[in-house]
């Protein structure tokens, strides 16, 4: 109670200044006080005649009348009354007279006396001793008349002024509650030092629970996930505690119905004299959002074609893997489907996903529990495989992808048999993180370079590999202004009663950089893979048609001139214009031109590849097949394309003395190629058993080291033979 009456004294506000200024107004003096007090004595008896007339009133009355049945309880009340009275004589009027007026008015209120039954017995009282006081003096029943007017005014001016508090209370709480209805939030007000816990109808229905009295505390934490309890507790610990200037917090709650929805949940806690520390706050369904991010988390770390983690994830499960440290081995694995760019070219694009799909099921049913495989883009696959028991557990699982890999795949009406490179690399290496990724790609290329379809590992000199690869390729872009690039030209011969006469020549570039030759094996793939290859390719087309033309300008009038062709020269818009630029420049004849594809560039078989190579063999220009038999080039291809020359790949020239089937492929290769009309020349000639078969099969063309290495121009010209000439056609003079 006496907390009650404190935080009373601090709402109505009643401090000194405010008692004093309410005693100034009502003209109160010490002298009044004084007058009180002499006259206290004399009305002992009248106070006790009121108090008996004033109860027996009440009792006529049924509000009143039911308060005081209790015999014990009217024997307090009417002592207590009395002290009231006898304190208003006798004072003494400080601050404590203050507080004993508002405590009674609160004890009134506590037991249920309304304000007009307490007014009342004021008029009654100031009615009775008045008449002590004035006797039967005439003006008395007019002034005790007039009492019963003032406070019956009283009573309405009071009961307006709590009427209007009341409604406007009562507007504030409708308010308050079609708010809390229109919410989706739920409301909850803990009262901390008691344990003691309010909850909101839509705080209970979030749950599918039913009011209930008694909450507590333990009725709230006893339905949190287990795992976010703890930070539940500590997130309340820390507001409390004054190291957040808020309760937030998300956490998952279970429901009447045994689910878990995700919530947030906000508070702020405020600290009461007179009740002790409340906290109170609402509490969100975030449970949408929280399935939305996940979703989102989802997808920004997992391929939407395959379903796999993709490279965001794999960074950060690769991560998660080199900071755990343990005794057994970890791998990573980087897999790359072996032409796949053939497939996407040739079936199209979802043919291609199909594809793609299927090779991350296989991959996957490759794995090991707790191994991870994501889609690193493209064709390019990341297996992370942990917990090895040795390194060589890597080599099993690559060899058991390669060997799903090769089952056959039925797509459609089309079967494919598909092959696969991998790279592997430790995640360690001598204690010692390493990078990993980097490691097993380098161990791809690798793989790729050996010939594909197998597996690699990664070792320290693929480093120094790439780091030269690099130097290369910065180098090759400033090769052209150096003029470090050279040509020379390989004989491709006539075979004339088994002698070989010079027919053409295929000029072959040649890097010379920093004092040495630099192979072509070395540097095409980069200038390919750069796109330098347009300008260099060029280059090389303008060179080699200006050297020929001099040759037919100084006696070989019937030489031609053969040079390779990129794709990526195909691909330029103005190549055409180009060519028919250099032909112009150099004064070679169209006709004199060879221009070399491979059966990879047909497979580019697009309408605008097609018609660009029907403009070159409209100029005059001839194409030739180089390589034919080593791709996967269709028969039908060779019809397709305005093709006049056919080139037998030197892989099945070389067995054709020893080896049965190099030989029968070999003849069905040139046989195909005359019986479609097209001339077909022989690669990589190296020994007299090789012309002697390509004699018997009459395959009237051949270049090789049989008949000459690639010479400079220089050093060609000096093996012409000006002596001896077949249908304009010089011999050589040595055999390199």
Avoid at 567 to 575: H, K
């Amino acid at each position: 109670m006496e907390d009650e009456l404190k935080e009373l004294l601090e709402r109505i506000g009643l401090g000194p200044e405010v008692i004093s200024t309410r005693t100034r107004f009502l003209e109160w003096q010490s002298s009044d006080g004084e007058r009180l007090n002499r006259a206290a004595a004399d009305l002992d008896d009248a106070h006790a005649r009121f108090i008996e007339r004033l109860y027996t009133h009440l009792s006529a009355f049924e509000t009143p009348a039911a308060m005081l049945a209790d015999p014990q309880r009217l024997v307090r009340l009417k002592h207590s009354q009395r002290s009231y009275y006898e304190r208003l004589w006798n004072g003494p009027y400080d601050r404590g007279y203050v507080k004993d007026r508002l405590l009674v008015g609160l004890v009134h209120q506590r037991v249920g006396v309304d304000l007009e039954w307490y007014l009342g017995a004021y008029r009654l009282y100031l009615g009775d001793m008045l008449a002590e006081l004035l006797g039967d003096a005439s003006g008395y029943a007019v002034f005790d008349s007039l009492l019963k007017a003032v406070f019956f005014d009283m009573i309405l001016a009071i009961d307006t002024y709590t009427v209007a508090q009341r409604q406007a209370l009562e507007d504030s709480e409708a308010r308050l509650a079609r708010a809390l209805r229109g919410t989706e939030d739920g409301i909850w007000d803990w009262h901390i030092d008691a344990d003691q816990l309010y909850l909101s109808e839509r705080w209970m229905a979030m749950l599918g629970l039913s009011a209930e009295p008694g909450y507590t505390s333990d009725s709230w934490f006893k339905r949190v996930h287990p795992d976010d309890l703890a930070g539940l507790r500590e997130a309340i610990s820390a507001h409390l505690g004054g190291r957040t200037a808020a309760l937030n917090h998300e956490y998952r709650i279970q429901t009447h119905y045994g689910e878990y929805l995700w919530v947030q949940v906000r508070g702020v806690v405020e600290h009461c004299e007179r009740s002790g520390r409340r906290m109170a706050g609402s509490q969100t369904n975030i449970s949408a959002r929280k399935i939305a991010e996940s979703c989102l988390h989802h997808a920004a770390r997992h391929d939407p074609l395959t379903g796999l983690a993709n490279r965001l994830h794999m960074d950060e499960l690769l991560s998660a893997a080199q900071q755990r440290s343990g005794v057994r081995d970890s791998a990573l694995l980087f897999v790359d489907v072996d032409r796949f760019k053939l497939i996407n070219d040739s079936l199209g694009h979802r043919v291609g996903d199909q594809v793609l799909v299927e090779v991350a099921r296989r991959l996957s049913g490759c794995l090991r529990p707790g191994d991870h495989l994501a889609r690193f883009g493209g064709d390019e696959f990341v297996a992370l495989l942990g917990d090895l028991a040795c390194a060589s557990d890597a080599e099993r699982v690559a060899q058991r992808m390669l060997n799903a890999l090769r089952a056959p795949l039925q797509l459609a009406e089309q079967t494919l048999t598909l092959t696969a490179s991998i790279g592997i690399a430790p995640l360690q290496r001598d204690g010692k993180p390493l990078d990993a990724l980097q490691a097993a790609d380098l161990a791809l290329y690798r793989a790729k370079d050996a010939g594909k379809n197998q597996f690699a590992l990664y070792c320290e000199g693929l480093q120094s590999t790439a780091q030269r690869q690099l130097e290369l390729q910065s180098n090759l872009a400033q090769a052209l202004e150096r003029n470090e690039f050279t040509l020379c030209y390989q004989p491709i011969c006539r075979l004339v009663d088994g002698q070989a006469h010079l027919a053409g020549v295929e000029a072959l570039l040649r890097w010379q950089h920093d004092g040495r030759s630099v192979g072509p094996q070395e540097f095409i793939s980069i200038l390919e893979e750069s796109r330098e290859i347009v300008r260099v390719g060029e280059w090389v087309l303008r060179e080699a048609c200006a050297q020929v033309r001099r040759w037919q300008q100084t006696g070989q009038a019937q030489l031609y001139c053969s040079v390779n062709l990129s794709i990526r020269q195909l691909q330029q818009a103005d190549f055409i214009h180009r060519l028919i630029a250099i032909l112009g420049e150099t004064q070679l004849p169209a006709s004199s031109l060879v221009l070399e594809i491979t059966e990879t560039l047909l497979m580019q078989h697009s309408d605008a590849v097609l018609a660009t190579l029907q403009e070159i063999a409209n100029l005059g220009v001839r194409l030739a097949l180089d390589d034919f038999g080593t791709g996967y080039c269709s028969l039908g291809y060779l019809k397709q394309f305005p093709l006049h020359i056919l080139k037998v790949d030197r892989s099945f020239i070389a067995g054709v003395a020893e080896d049965a089937d190099s030989a029968v492929i070999s003849r069905a290769i040139i046989r195909l190629g005359q019986s479609l009309d097209l001339t077909v020349v022989a690669e990589g000639v190296e020994e007299p058993k090789q012309l002697a078969f390509l004699e018997t099969e009459h395959c009237q063309y051949a270049q090789g080291y049989l008949f000459s290495r690639p010479l400079s121009a220089v050093d060609l010209r000096r093996s012409f033979r000006n002596d001896h000439c077949v249908d304009g056609l010089w011999q050589l003079a040595v055999s390199a």
